[in-house]
């Protein structure tokens, strides 16, 4: 299974490319889509299109795991995350992906085990659990490689539920 993991962001974008690969997950690639802060909007979610197609040409991906837009007091940058999260939906579903969304909370909670983990606790879990030299950087990335993480730790579940087993 290949994983695409997205962070949406209107300013910085980031996602993750996940594989399992016999029981172990390996991180395929990682990055973050930036955008001109003083560009018009529809120019800036055009350069996430193109940068999220972009990576679902490169890789024969099952699923798409894309961050729940959480409330945010700014009303204004609320509503330009969804559309950058709109984004990252159309692109899964024209090429076919699964979309499964998690929340921040869902995420830290697979990834390190507590809900309320801090940036840090996450990314030092993701270059735990994927074996790497250095923390993913920029933190967007890092949060899209989380996602793709989630995701793993929940597929495997459902499975071993699915097949009668009573340890994952």
Known sequence: ???LGIDPGIGLTGYGVVEEQKSQAALLEH????TPAHAPLPE????????????????PL??????QLFFNTNVTT????????GVAVLVAAQHGLEVVEYTPL?????????????????QRMVQS???????????????????????LQSYRYR??????????
Do not use: N, W
């Open 1 to 3: 299974m290949i994983i």
């Open 31 to 34: 990055g973050s889509i930036r």
């Open 44 to 59: 800036r979610l055009k350069l996430i299109f193109q940068g999220l197609d972009a990576v679902c040409r490169r890789f």
């Open 62 to 67: 099952d699923c798409a795991a894309v961050e």
């Open 78 to 85: 609320a509503l330009a995350v969804g559309q950058a999260r």
């Open 106 to 122: 869902q995420v830290k909670q697979a990834v390190t085990g507590y809900g309320r983990a801090d940036k840090a606790q996450v």
């Open 129 to 151: 659990l994927l074996g790497l030299k250095d923390i993913i950087r920029p933190d967007d990335a890092a949060d899209a490689v989380a996602m793709c993480l989630c995701h």
């Open 159 to 168: 499975r071993a539920v699915s097949k009668g087993e009573r340890h994952v």
